[in-house]
């Protein structure tokens, strides 16, 4: 083969790349639109599943690439929407003992984002760790939650929940952990 066909080869390989790029960019912000505008929040949930994987496939092409800030940016950006999936689950669906839909979808992806987060934590130098593991640490504190709500005990009372930003000063017993 020659020299022209090889990098005619490479040329056009690139550019096939290049626009899976840009398709995937293309794809998270009409995704992001989609879930913006969502009225309905057991819909919002679910759509958060498509939206996250697109994300999680963002983070790990920007890992690739080593651009470790568009790997924080998107991840932070999967937190935040998730926290918006589960305050407009809460506020209408508040009992998610009894209607469940949403939070399940909800709890299973938020479980995916805490190992996607884990396993980017394990192999970005130390100074890109910080954001990331508030990231991880607030993903865990909307899981637990998720859980605590869709598990509870009779006669429990829902755990009082610390706003995502602060962490607690005490731990909250859990429920092998009663006082």
Known sequence: MGRRARGGMWLAASVIFCATCGGAEDKIAELQKRFDHEANPVHRAKLLEKLGDAQFEETRRAFKANDLVTVGIVLEKYRDDARVALEGLKKKHPDAEKQPGGYRQLE???????????????RVPEQYQPPLQIVR????????????????????????????????????PGPEEKP
Not at 108 to 119: C, L, N, Q, S, Y
Not at 146 to 167: C, E, K, N, Y
């Open 137 to 172: 640490e607030d993903l865990d504190r909307m899981d637990r939650e998720m859980i605590g709500m869709l598990f509870r005990h009779p006669g429990d009372q829902p755990p009082p929940v610390a706003p995502a930003s602060t962490p607690s000063p005490t731990p909250t």
């Open 108 to 122: 299973i992806h938020v479980r995916r984002g805490i190992r996607e987060v884990e396993e980017i934590l394990l």
